[in-house]
């Protein structure tokens, strides 16, 4: 499959990486089509890797996946353009995370409104599903390397694109029965939120290879 991804970062090159490896062809898009970090990229992940705008990416993806930094998501995704992500389905796992008021985030939207939401406004005939948001970058692609199950969250308005989803994180190693679906877009106000409890979990273990594991009762 043709898969796009919108951000040059960790998470970006570790499920790009991942994706190529799957035997996909993959567009790493940035603000600028000679961005060093994806050229580097590409030369390593070799001839399934390509990189471009963000236009680019989500023009040659059949699937989109945005791994912007949270401040610039809706711009990200702005610039990658309406058309070139009309029908798509656009998988989020951008957090809004504001370092600007010191090193422990604050959410830069929350409670009655998410990113997740604002990407769905800013293309509003894209599908947007959130989801891989609450873990760090190598448990997304390589979840059973923790000894337990632990759970993943799925949320966006369209099912079928939501079923399409959860085919790439099978083939990343996720068990359905530890994907939860939350509903619609609204639950991202929910996994966004969880993130600055990921920080604090985060800080006390100095570690971010950890997950949830949801103990239900009958
Ligand atoms: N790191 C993790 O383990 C982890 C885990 C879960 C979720 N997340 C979330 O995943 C996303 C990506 O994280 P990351 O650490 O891989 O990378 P990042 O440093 O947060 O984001 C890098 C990407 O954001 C783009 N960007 C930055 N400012 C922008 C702006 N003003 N307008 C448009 N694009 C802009 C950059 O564009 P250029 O390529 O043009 O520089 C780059 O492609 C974030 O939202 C983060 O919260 C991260």
Known sequence: MKIGILGTGTVGETIGTKLVELGHTVTMGSRDAANVKAAAWVKKAGKHAAAGTFKDAATAGEIVFNCTSGQGSVA???????????????????????????????????????????????????KVVKTLNTLGAPLMVNPRSLADSHNLFICGDDDGAKAKAVELLRSFGWRDEDIVDLGDITAARGVEAYVLLWVRIYRRFGSANFNLKLVRGK
């Open 76 to 126: 990200a995704v702005t610039s990658a353009g309406e058309a070139a992500l009309r029908g798509k389905v656009l998988i989020d796992v951008s957090n809004p995370l504001d370092f600007t008021k010191g090193p422990i985030p604050i959410l830069s939207v929350g409670n009655t409104d998410s990113l997740g939401e604002q990407l769905q406004k800013a293309v509003p005939s894209a």
